[in-house]
């Protein structure tokens, strides 16, 4: 396994969120991280990444605690992509580049640039380094912030719905995208999501957050109507069209 979470608790001053969380994620494995509005799934994330401290628990990437490591090195270890902002003045390049900032000493080398392109071209927005994040679609946008998290050469991807504002082409581009980026260089990727249909089709492996704990965990076969009513308390049927298993509300 390349991330492990084990035992993790986080509370804010007025309530607590996360209970005794444990999981672990695999080489080339994509999880779904789900359940309702408010059960801890970017907070979650934030834990994991350092963001937010734990009040208990341990989270070890490669078997190394990332309690043990400085920023920078957290940095090379761990992307993260935020829930999608709007964008500056920046040029595409000079954003994807800033995911090379954990690996500068003195100034930019010609590796650092050419880790940002390969980025780039990973997410076809090779032809697009020269514009300006504003003048970007959301879809076009939401590349760049992936380009500039595989740019720092992570061994984790973390993603904060990571399909949010995008239409319906672009929600399935980015989550293919994605998907075979984490095949393709062997990553483990964390993924919070509010479609359930779009995370059966794409995620490996599905973790259901429920009551600050960890409600049900693992692979398609864990995703049945009767978790999906016990967490989201709708009741919903599963059928299965074109090779594909579909969610639907009753």
Not at 65 to 71: Q, T, Y
Request: aromatic residues 6%.
């Amino acid at each position: 396994m390349i991330l492990s979470v084990n035992h993790i608790r986080f509370m804010y001053p007025s309530r607590p969120v996360l209970d005794d969380a444990s999981f672990s994620v695999n080489q080339g494995e994509l999880l779904a991280v789900l359940g309702t509005n408010g059960t801890g799934k970017t907070t979650l994330l934030k834990c994991i990444n350092r963001i937010l401290q734990p009040a208990a628990g341990s989270v070890l990437i490669g078997g190394e605690s990332v309690d043990a490591l400085g920023r920078n090195a957290l940095a090379q270890k761990i992307g993260y992509v935020e829930q999608q902002r709007s964008g500056s003045r920046a040029t595409v390049f000079n954003a994807v580049l800033l995911g090379r900032k954990p690996y500068i000493r003195w100034d930019i080398t010609r590796h650092d640039a050419a880790v940002a392109d390969g980025a780039l071209e990973a997410l076809g927005m090779s032809g697009h380094a020269f514009r300006f994040l504003d003048e970007l679609s959301g879809g076009e946008l939401q590349k760049v912030n992936i380009a500039r998290a595989l740019a720092q050469e992570p061994e984790v991807l973390l993603m904060d719905e990571p399909t949010s504002n995008l239409d319906l082409k672009n929600q399935l581009e980015v989550l293919k995208l994605i998907r075979q980026i984490t095949r393709d260089r062997g990553i483990a990727a964390v993924m919070a999501m509010h479609d359930l249909n779009l995370a059966l089709r794409f995620a490996d492996r599905f973790l259901f957050l429920k009551g600050r704990k960890i409600h049900a965990a693992g692979g398609p076969d864990v995703v049945t109507p009767e978790i999906i009513e016990s967490v989201y308390s709708v009741p919903v049927t599963i059928v299965s069209h074109s090779g594909n298993r579909i969610i639907y509300p009753l």
